[in-house]
């Protein structure tokens, strides 16, 4: 997969990108980040990338120009379309159902606006989908992409250590994840439920399903309105 990221700060993405699970991704699977400063696309002599909007009003907005210049530039050779993601809260909200639609792409490019709108043409005539991380307003798109790359990387085969870890996610089986413990078995009086001691697999499923159940009903319960629950969990939910 290839991931480019346009940006007028691509140093905001060293840090993300170059360490932890996204670096080792860049060594142990296919995957390759290209952070470009979009600005040196700009065909002025001050290479300026916004102007301030016709009919008035606040704010500078981001020409088309560039973006379109860098796109073109990164898209020339490439017979597949790419997906490309204009960063926004105006987007459509980002989900786990997105993350892993977007994991099953080859390319994706995302465009990042600081402080600035987008020229309307970009929306309309440039990009294949506009994403908002949700309903607040950052002071631009990097973090937003920053977040979209994580979430998607982390899911291509092979970047994580337990290739069914992802599969157990919260989010991806429609219920919150369980509880989890590790030793010792009493910290300062409090006790791991028994049940994970016992050795007994079975029973040690049954819990956490239940558990990842009942968590789910306390504290999502809107999740439960998406999935087709079993007779078990039906059995447990009125328990
Ligand atoms: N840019 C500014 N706010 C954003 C958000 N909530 N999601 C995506 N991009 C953004």
Known sequence: MKIDILTLFPDMFSGVLGESIMKKAQEKVKVTFNVIDFRKYADNKHLKVDDYPYGGGAGMVLMPQPIFAAVDDLT?????????????????TFTQEKAEELAAEDHLIFICGHYEGYDERIREHLIT???SIGDYVLTGGELA????????VRLLPGVLGNEDSPVKDSHSSGLLEHPHYTRP???NGLDVPEVLLSGNHKNIDLWREKESLRRTLKRRPDM????????QQKKWIKE
Do not use: H, W, Y
């Not at 050779?77 to 987007?91: A, F, N, V």
């Not at 992409?145 to 998607?152: E, F, G, H, K, P």
């Open 76 to 92: 020339k050779e490439k017979i597949k379309k790419p997906r490309i993601i204009l960063m926004c809260p105006q987007g459509a």
């Open 129 to 131: 989908d506009e994403i």
């Open 145 to 152: 992409a920053m977040v979209i790359t994580d979430s998607v």
């Open 185 to 187: 078995a009493n910290f």
């Open 224 to 231: 439960l309105d998406k999935i087709k629950l079993s007779d």
